[in-house]
T-cell receptor, first 114, second 115 residues
């Protein structure tokens, strides 16, 4: 079945360091791929998405490219800030005739120190 | 602005109680979802609804039921709460148009503790 695997955390970085959070997926068909972010005490917010192969999603300095050949959607940011400390979830869409839900990875906690 | 509102942020209930978690969205979305979030397990789909009075089981429906009498409201019901249902519950909604790329919007979550 469809599934998402993302790197386990926590990831601890200093401010201005380069960030990569790996995400790979298993899916039938052509799902859309998403990164969501959850700040402490809050619900999830969409960070970026890509709906077809080779698409690049980007937002707030974060980027991820939909790679069908490697079934990956790695999240990257060139220079992290303390305010980026959060839990990051990779997800893919699961579409059936009843509608679309998301399948999530287990989440990766990012902690950025100044 | 997009808004998914969960009625209670924090609840403490006793084992065996019937628990209602309410969720309202103001975006006229067709789809609504209930997930639970647990450390090390990520988010798991309990139920979703794609129309009024319609529902579909997710990955972990056991011990839960749902109700969608109006388009904007989706309720999660724990018929007889148990301690293993202590968790963070997240409601979400999305529109139907477009095959699979529509954004799903989340509420802030409801922390349920069953004692």
């Amino acid at each position: 079945g469809n599934s998402v695997t993302q790197m386990e955390g926590p990831v601890t970085l200093s401010e201005e360091a380069f960030l990569t959070i790996n995400c790979t997926y298993t899916a039938t068909g052509y799902p859309s791929l998403f990164w969501y972010v959850q700040y402490p005490g809050e619900g999830l917010q969409l960070l970026l998405k890509a709906t077809k192969a080779d698409d690049k999603g980007s937002n707030k300095g974060f980027e991820a490219t939909y790679r069908k050949e490697t079934t990956s959607f790695h999240l990257e940011k060139g220079s992290v800030q303390v305010s980026d400390s959060a839990v990051y979830f990779c997800a893919l869409s699961r579409f059936n005739q009843a509608g679309t839900a998301l399948i999530f990875g287990k989440g990766t906690t990012l902690s950025v120190s100044s | 602005d997009v808004k998914v509102t969960q009625s209670s942020r924090y609840l403490v209930k006793r084992t065996g109680e019937k628990v209602f978690l309410e969720c309202v969205q103001d975006m006229d979305h067709e789809n609504m979802f209930w997930y639970r979030q647990d450390p090390g397990l990520g988010l798991r789909l309990i139920y979703f609804s794609y129309d009024v009075k319609m529902k579909e089981k997710g990955d972990i429906p056991e011990g839960y039921s749902v109700s969608r009498e109006k388009k904007e409201r989706f309720s999660l019901i724990l018929e007889s709460a148990s301690t293993n249902q202590t968790s963070m519950y997240l409601c979400a909604s999305s529109s139907t148009g477009g095959r699979s790329g529509n954004t799903i919007y989340f509420g802030e979550g409801s922390w349920l503790t069953v004692v």
